[in-house]
């Protein structure tokens, strides 16, 4: 089964798009909520600060009592309790009243600021104050950071540590989140074997099946790995097996135009096969298809078109699978060498990008791993232009702009 | 225990520099590797591909037995055998012959090109070709890649995808990288209790109990939290326990000046404070010290300051640690307002870039957490500056640049 056009990337996407599955939610302790994303809108429990606290160690006093205060013309006060960081006290402050405070408790009654212990002379249980304060000063007032029942974070949200300390003092420990997706990766290639120092005649090692793995996690997905050979029946026995257990299902191997098409036959028989074929390069032998409502990405076998195909494709749909507001984000940059590309596809050309620059990795063949070794972004190059001039502005794909 | 000036930040750096301690080797499977830090050189076992590989789908040929062909002058071929991937043939191609061959499979001797399936039509054991190849033709030639013994990786490179499908193809499932700083983080303070939504009064939740934790992890390191109180003795023992199972300790609290100080005096019992106090805003009382040999980064008890002094003092050494050649490298960028600063210290300006301009947050408080979630950069202003006028250039430290 052969879809004989290839169609453009947009078309991919498109497709993708009205297919978009989406993971299920659970419930984690924040401990464990890192690069996960929010399954809820977040509403504070209470205020932050919950209390005016002390932003100093000192003294809690009525601002006016110190106005005027210099070490010649000191102000004095009683100090009547100490409030140690967690303690409360039930004091009040009146005038001429002091009460000594750490460094995050909360300000007793009457009192609106905070002298610096080192502002301050102690002898028994007064204390001389050599430096006027105003109100409020020292002092972090409650709700500074948030309010109770403010929309701390929204659903959608990825939780980067930022995101896990807000959760934490809007008072979550536990939190709703999208489940991590799980992908079967099923490397199909008779000739294929476990890397070692032994390769027998006719083999390579199996590379897709370690850089599947890794690839799916920098996108924020569990993978399960399996190597199947070139059979018909092993693979459609696998895939029926794969979407049972699985989010999504990868396949490399067998999706090449010409050859038995082995994968990409075995998915038409369990589902439908979406498109065959995408108008990009590296990496046109691509097909997608839904089993049993599972998505089935069929990504070549060699290596460098399998990793293109990924990143372009398969990322795309993972990350959103999470429910992340996730799309290609290209920057400008400009381009270090001249760089040829045909109409009527996109090439996603690797290349090593600095903050001003692009420069294209030269090694172009689908085998050559050493290009995607060397090579921190595409430059995505629209299959209406033809190509980019030495020195012209260009879009670039930064890999670091791709993962969780 | 204070050592009273506070030091500039690039002798922190070197302070840091000079005590920089690193993680030992281990050898993992090839499945565990992605983000992990290469520890040996790797020469490639074999060259890539192992042998001249067919990249299409055809017949192996003598190309100058097709010169001249075309579909009203074909060339005729018998077929003399059939290459699956993964198996070889011992038959010789001689003039006229062909042998059917897969994408993959090695190009049987005598053989020097492949014609395209679909330029040839099959009849019994015979084809015809309508169309010449070049001598090379879809052939992949031997060591187009690598070569037997190149060095393909270096020790001290990050594991990515491309890094990890490098390590395959070259013979390896195996890879000797660097352990996981293996990080106890403990978070001290009285006035702090598990977040949930019944606050006791004067208390607030521990937030940094799970910021730390995520923090460690986007460095790469493994984390183990604890909550201790304010009191010397437990946080010595604390402290003396971590060294002995931990790569590394990060505590937060008891650092400000005039507080109790009680973690920098239990670190000051325990070993060496070798500083306490650095010229930066926010995150002015951290203190590092040596226990037992082990890294101590003490810092603030308030979120906002202990994210800072961790993006700039602990994430810094941790990602070091694992012998990754890591430094802050900041990009220009457009700064989108004016930003106050005083000179003789460095700033940390929490910021939103793209990839053209920056915007400092507005809120910059040490409590106010929303000011990290709204951030995805710090603008940086060294001690020399006096702040930065709008729509002046900047340093920009991006988030993303500092993670694995």
Same mark, same amino acid.
């Given at each position: 089964m052969f879809l004989s056009?290839?169609? #453009?990337?947009?078309?991919?996407?498109?497709?993708?798009?009205?297919? =978009?599955?989406?993971?299920?939610?659970?419930?984690?302790?924040?401990?464990?909520?890192?690069?996960?994303?929010?399954?809820?809108?977040?509403?504070?429990?209470?205020d932050s600060p919950p209390f005016d606290r002390s932003a100093m160690d000192g003294y809690a006093v009525r601002a006016e009592d110190t106005f005027g205060s210099s070490p010649e013309n000191p102000s004095r006060f009683t100090v009547t309790d100490s409030i140690g960081a967690g303690d &409360?006290?039930?004091?009040? &402050?009146d005038r001429g009243e002091a009460v000594k405070i750490a460094t995050g408790a909360p300000i007793p009654r009457g009192a609106d600021?905070?002298?610096m212990e080192e502002y301050t002379v102690s002898s028994g249980s007064e204390i001389s104050v050599v430096r006027p304060v105003f109100p409020g000063e020292n002092v972090s007032p409650a709700g500074e950071d948030f309010r109770a029942g403010d929309t701390v974070l929204s659903k959608g949200t !990825? !939780?980067?540590?930022?995101?896990?300390?807000?959760?934490?003092?809007?008072?979550?420990? =536990?939190?709703?989140?999208?489940? %991590?997706?799980? &992908? %079967?990766?099923?490397?199909?290639?008779?000739? !294929?074997?476990?890397?070692?120092?032994?390769?027998? #005649?006719g083999k390579i090692p199996n590379s897709n099946l370690y850089t599947l793995k890794a690839l799916v996690e920098s996108a924020g997905g569990d993978a399960e790995v399996s190597h199947a050979p070139d059979d018909m029946d092993i693979i459609v026995d696998e895939i029926r097996g794969a979407v049972k257990e699985h989010d999504m299902v990868i396949t490399t191997g067998g999706t090449a135009v010409s050859r038995g098409d082995v994968v990409v036959d075995a998915v038409d028989s369990l589902?439908?096969?979406?498109?065959?074929?995408?108008?990009?390069? #590296?990496?046109?032998? @691509?097909a997608f298809g839904i089993v049993e409502g %599972? #998505?089935?990405? *069929? !990504?070549?076998?060699?290596?460098?078109?399998? *990793? @293109? =195909?990924?990143?372009?494709?398969?990322?795309?749909?993972?990350?959103? *699978? =999470?429910?992340?507001?996730?799309?290609?984000?290209?920057? %400008?940059?400009?381009c270090l060498g001249k760089v040829a590309s045909g109409p009527g596809r996109t090439e996603y050309v690797r290349?090593?990008?600095?903050?001003?620059?692009?420069?294209? @990795?030269?090694?172009?063949?689908?085998?050559?791993?050493?290009? *995607?070794?060397?090579?921190?972004?595409?430059?995505v190059?629209?299959?209406?232009?033809?190509?980019i001039a030495e020195g012209e502005e260009c879009e670039v794909l930064l890999f670091d702009s791709m993962t969780l």
């Amino acid at each position: 089964m052969f879809l004989s056009e290839l169609i #453009p990337v947009r078309d991919a996407f498109r497709i993708l798009d009205e297919n =978009q599955r989406s993971t299920e939610t659970e419930t984690l302790n924040l401990l464990y909520a890192h690069k996960r994303v929010l399954a809820e809108d977040l509403k504070a429990r209470f205020d932050s600060p919950p209390f005016d606290r002390s932003a100093m160690d000192g003294y809690a006093v009525r601002a006016e009592d110190t106005f005027g205060s210099s070490p010649e013309n000191p102000s004095r006060f009683t100090v009547t309790d100490s409030i140690g960081a967690g303690d &409360v006290s039930d004091v009040d &402050v009146d005038r001429g009243e002091a009460v000594k405070i750490a460094t995050g408790a909360p300000i007793p009654r009457g009192a609106d600021a905070v002298v610096m212990e080192e502002y301050t002379v102690s002898s028994g249980s007064e204390i001389s104050v050599v430096r006027p304060v105003f109100p409020g000063e020292n002092v972090s007032p409650a709700g500074e950071d948030f309010r109770a029942g403010d929309t701390v974070l929204s659903k959608g949200t !990825l !939780l980067r540590p930022a995101e896990i300390a807000m959760a934490a003092s809007a008072g979550y420990s =536990q939190l709703r989140v999208y489940k %991590k997706p799980s &992908v %079967k990766v099923i490397i199909t290639g008779n000739e !294929l074997m476990e890397p070692s120092a032994d390769l027998e #005649p006719g083999k390579i090692p199996n590379s897709n099946l370690y850089t599947l793995k890794a690839l799916v996690e920098s996108a924020g997905g569990d993978a399960e790995v399996s190597h199947a050979p070139d059979d018909m029946d092993i693979i459609v026995d696998e895939i029926r097996g794969a979407v049972k257990e699985h989010d999504m299902v990868i396949t490399t191997g067998g999706t090449a135009v010409s050859r038995g098409d082995v994968v990409v036959d075995a998915v038409d028989s369990l589902g439908d096969v979406l498109f065959h074929g995408v108008a990009m390069r #590296p990496g046109k032998p @691509v097909a997608f298809g839904i089993v049993e409502g %599972k #998505p089935v990405f *069929m !990504l070549s076998g060699y290596p460098v078109a399998a *990793m @293109v =195909q990924f990143d372009v494709l398969a990322r795309y749909y993972l990350l959103r *699978m =999470q429910h992340l507001d996730y799309s290609h984000r290209t920057v %400008k940059r400009r381009c270090l060498g001249k760089v040829a590309s045909g109409p009527g596809r996109t090439e996603y050309v690797r290349a090593n990008a600095d903050n001003g620059t692009v420069k294209p @990795v030269q090694s172009r063949g689908s085998g050559i791993i050493r290009s *995607m070794v060397e090579s921190n972004a595409y430059i995505v190059i629209d299959e209406n232009l033809e190509g980019i001039a030495e020195g012209e502005e260009c879009e670039v794909l930064l890999f670091d702009s791709m993962t969780l």
